[in-house]
């Protein structure tokens, strides 16, 4: 098989990965007294360490008056704290709250703890030659976003 069919394969093993393994990621999310809209903002804000409503607008893909409400509902939670811009007050300035990064920390940490059981169905040599095929998919991925700046 080519490069290109190779590719073509791994593309659809991914996709096919993704759907095998959403029951278990569903699991997690369900149990979040969080609106997915909101999670979408925790996860942009915590993602840029500190953001603006525009550039979350922006993350988002709608107006800034549409992240008003979402963000007043994460501030009410204890999950984003706002500060006006120090230079210019008409700016305000997003970041995530202890408790809005322990929330985010605690669904990433689910979902390793459900990795780690479903690795272990695997035998060691499939382990090592995903491990292998991983790392250098990670040097891919960074020599790609050097390449776009």
């Known amino acids: 098989m080519d490069k290109a069919g190779i590719i073509e394969d791994i593309i659809a093993l991914e996709s096919q ?3 095998t393994i959403l029951p278990y990621a569903m699991n997690s999310w369900c149990k979040l007294d969080v609106p997915l809209a909101q999670m979408k903002s925790l996860f942009i804000i915590m993602g840029k360490g500190e953001t603006n409503l525009s550039a979350l607008a922006q993350g988002l893909g709608v107006t800034p008056g549409d992240v008003t409400g979402i963000v007043e509902r ?5 999950l ?10 008409r700016v305000t300035w997003l970041s995530a709250t202890d408790k809005g990064r322990e929330l985010v920390t605690n669904l990433v940490e689910s979902k390793s703890e459900h990795m780690a059981d479903i690795l272990e169905h695997m035998s060691l040599d499939g382990l090592e030659s995903l491990r292998k095929g991983l790392q250098e998919l990670i040097s891919s ?5 050097q390449e776009l700046g």
Do not use: N, S
């Open 17 to 19: 990965m993704g759907q």
């Open 74 to 78: 994460l501030v009410e939670q204890g």
């Open 80 to 89: 984003v704290i706002r500060k006006p811009g120090a230079e210019d007050r």
């Open 141 to 145: 991925i960074k020599t790609h976003q």
